[in-house]
């Protein structure tokens, strides 16, 4: 099965920032571990980094894919 695609159009420094100004600890969290898969990492590190499993991280990037980060 292919590997689930992130939209491009955030940078991985920009969703940091965005985490950062983000007052919902969770939510905080998906945008550090879509950042981090962002840059490479594998989804199951990102989503071990950020406290969640992996089928959390993916249905965070389906929601990110079509809402976009906010």
Same mark, same amino acid.
């Given at each position: 099965?292919?590997?689930?695609?992130?939209?491009?159009?955030?940078?991985?420094?920009?969703? $940091?920032?965005? !985490? =950062? *100004?983000?007052?919902?600890?969770?939510?905080?969290?998906?945008?550090? &571990? %879509?950042?981090?898969?962002?840059?490479?990492?594998? $989804?199951?590190? !990102? =989503? *071990?980094?950020?406290?969640?499993?992996?089928?959390?991280?993916?249905? &965070? %990037?389906?929601?990110?894919?079509?809402?976009?980060?906010?």
């Amino acid at each position: 099965m292919a590997a689930l695609r992130i939209r491009q159009d955030y940078s991985p420094s920009d969703l $940091r920032q965005r !985490a =950062a *100004r983000e007052r919902d600890t969770r939510a905080s969290l998906r945008l550090l &571990a %879509i950042a981090n898969a962002l840059e490479g990492m594998t $989804r199951t590190e !990102a =989503a *071990r980094l950020a406290g969640m499993e992996r089928q959390a991280l993916h249905d &965070a %990037i389906l929601r990110f894919n079509v809402e976009g980060p906010d």
